[in-house]
Structure formats: C-alpha cells, structure tokens
C-alpha cells in the first residue's frame, strides 16, 4: 500500500487528530468540496438540485462506531425522518447506513432492530436503505444482518468491497437471494492477507465480480456499481451489453464532489446515476480516507490554508 495512503487511513483512525483538526477553517473548507454542509438541510437542497438535473442521490450522515444505545436510536430516529422528508419533498433519494453508527458493536440485536425499523419504514414509503461495508472485522455481522434484512423486505440493499480476498464467496452466496448490491472496491486499511494490496488486483477482481453480479440482473439481482473509475465503467458497459442488460439495467453510484462533470455526462447518455451525498459533524474519518483514495487531494487542503 502506498505510503501517503498508509498515513492518511492511520489518520482516519485517530481521536487525538480528529480533535485536534476538526475545528481548523481551513480543514472544514477543504472537506467542503465532498460534502454539501453539516446538517441534513443543506443534503435534501443538494438531492433536489442533482433531481433537476437527472441524477439520483443518497444521504448518508456521516458518523461511526457508536457504542451507546440512546446514541444509536437517535441515529435510527433521524434516518425514520429523513425517509420520511424525502417522501414528503418526493425527492428521488436513498439513504445509507454504516451499522456501526446504528449500535452494531453494543449490541447486534439491537442494532438489527433499528436496521429493520429502517427497512420497514422504507417499505411504507417508497424508499430504500442501502448498508454500508465497514472494515473486515464487521463483514460477517454487516452480512448476518443484511440477509435477515432481505428475507423479510427488498427495499433494502449492502455494499461489497472487491478489495478483499473473501468477496467473490460472499457475493455468490448472497445472488441466491436476489439482492441489491453495490460494489465498491474498498476504502479501509486492511493486511495483506485479508485485502489485495495492489491496486491493479483489486481493479481486475472488481471487473470479475462486477461480471457475475450483472449475470444476475435477469433473475432479480439489483446492480450499483460504485466507482469513479471512468476506464472501468466503460469496461462494465461492454460486460453488460455482451450479457445483454440493457443500459438502464445497472446503476452507477458516485460520491458527491467527484467527478461531477462525469456524473451529469452518464445521466445525459441514459445511465442510471446517483450521488452519495454525506452531511454531519462526524466528518474527519471519512474525510481522511477521501485524501487516503487520492493523496494529490492533499493540494486542495494546502490551498486552502492559503
Ligand atoms: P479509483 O480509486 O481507482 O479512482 C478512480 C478515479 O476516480 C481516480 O483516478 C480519481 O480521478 C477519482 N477519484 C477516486 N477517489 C477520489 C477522491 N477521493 N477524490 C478525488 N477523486 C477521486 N468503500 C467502502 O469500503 N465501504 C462502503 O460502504 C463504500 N461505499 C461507497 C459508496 C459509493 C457510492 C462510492 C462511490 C464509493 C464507496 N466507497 C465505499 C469507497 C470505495 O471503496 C473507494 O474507496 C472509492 O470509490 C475510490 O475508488 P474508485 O472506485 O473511485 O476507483
């Protein structure tokens, strides 16, 4: 793993630096080019603006970890409010969730239980929970908890990571259910036993499991291909048409503030897009592993502390 990478996901993991950078103006300027604003408000704006233009979205707020129960029921009452603004402002959005954010390490019953108050509510208004992947130590629960989800409602689907060494089981595994998966390539620092540590290994196994995820649009599957890799997605459109999905059969999902440009061009050519839009205050982890996916990112917070 390159060594800005390294750096900047050993960062991520740090209270002490959260502490210490979160209130610098320049660091909240420079994450402002990945998220719309603190509050939910400033997303639900965003969701409307990029309707208007074609594109779907995803709201995520953005936190992790949390080990007390009162704190995750909160998480779980903001996100029954945001399903319900969404219907109320007929936005075309989704949400995502981290499990850890919703209690997974107090408690995975409970946490199931706010998951599934999420998926029913969902199911009630039209609307769609997506779960998110966390590191490797939470693929098995992220997984348990994802095919009790899908057995009783499909208004809810999870995120795969192609960089680890046990996804091609997981996914096929998972196909029997007729799931919705969104395939992601992996975000977190994980040992070389566990994930590809190379970059053009995690390309290819991507490109494979993107192959059999799209094998099973026909038969129910529902396919996001999170990426902004251009050269990628294009090899997913000829996979696709080879396999007979049409254009329209498969998702492509980007992170707001990412390529916009792209984004827009893929709507206008008749792809379904949508924009991971995240808001909080919990936003230096996940900002650092926005730096950790592309260190030359880096240049915007120098110019902003310019
Ligand atoms: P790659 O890293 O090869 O980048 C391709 C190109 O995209 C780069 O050359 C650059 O131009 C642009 N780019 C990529 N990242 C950028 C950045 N941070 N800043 C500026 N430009 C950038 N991960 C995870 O572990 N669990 C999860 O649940 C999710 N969820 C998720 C949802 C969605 C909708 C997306 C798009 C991504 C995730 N991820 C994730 C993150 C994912 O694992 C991965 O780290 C990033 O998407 C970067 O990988 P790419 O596929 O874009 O390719």
């Not at 900047?8 to 979160?22: D, G």
């Not at 909160?74 to 919703?102: F, M, N």
């Not at 995690?202 to 799209?214: E, F, H, I, M, T």
């Amino acid at each position: 793993m390159a060594l800005a990478r390294r750096v900047f996901l050993r960062a991520s993991r740090s209270q002490w630096l959260a502490r210490q950078l979160k209130e610098r103006a320049f660091l909240r300027r420079a994450a402002r080019r990945f998220l719309p604003g603190e509050d939910l408000g400033a997303a639900l704006a965003e969701a409307a603006n990029l309707g208007r233009a074609g594109l779907g979205s995803v709201l995520t707020q953005l936190g992790e970890q949390v080990t007390s129960h009162a704190e995750a029921d909160a998480v779980r009452d903001h996100y029954l409010d945001v399903l319900g603004q969404i219907r109320a402002r007929s936005l075309d959005a989704e949400i995502s969730v981290k499990l850890t954010h919703l209690g997974l390490e107090a408690h995975e019953e409970a946490c199931f239980h706010r998951l599934r108050a999420l998926v029913d509510r969902a199911a009630a208004l039209g609307g769609f929970v997506w779960v998110d992947m966390e590191e490797s130590r939470y693929v098995d629960a992220t997984l348990r908890l994802y095919r009790r989800a899908r057995a009783e409602r499909a208004t809810v689907g999870v995120c795969l990571q192609a960089y680890l060494r046990r996804t091609p089981d997981d996914l096929d595994s998972l196909l029997r259910l007729a799931p919705a998966i969104r395939l992601v390539k992996g975000a977190y620092s994980e040992s070389p036993a566990i994930a590809f540590p190379r970059k053009a290994e995690v390309d290819r196994q991507y490109a494979a499991l993107a192959g059999r995820l799209l094998h099973q649009v026909p038969h129910g599957a529902r396919a996001v291909f999170g990426t902004h890799d251009l050269r990628l997605i294009r090899r997913l459109e000829v996979a696709a048409a080879e396999r007979g999905v049409p254009p329209n059969g498969y998702e492509i999902h980007m992170l707001y503030g990412i390529r916009p440009e792209d984004q827009r061009a893929l709507a206008a050519r008749g792809r379904k897009v949508r924009v991971l839009i995240s808001y909080g205050t919990a936003w230096f982890a996940w900002y650092m592993r926005r730096l950790a996916e592309r260190p030359a990112n880096l240049w915007f917070v120098l110019r902003s502390l310019v």
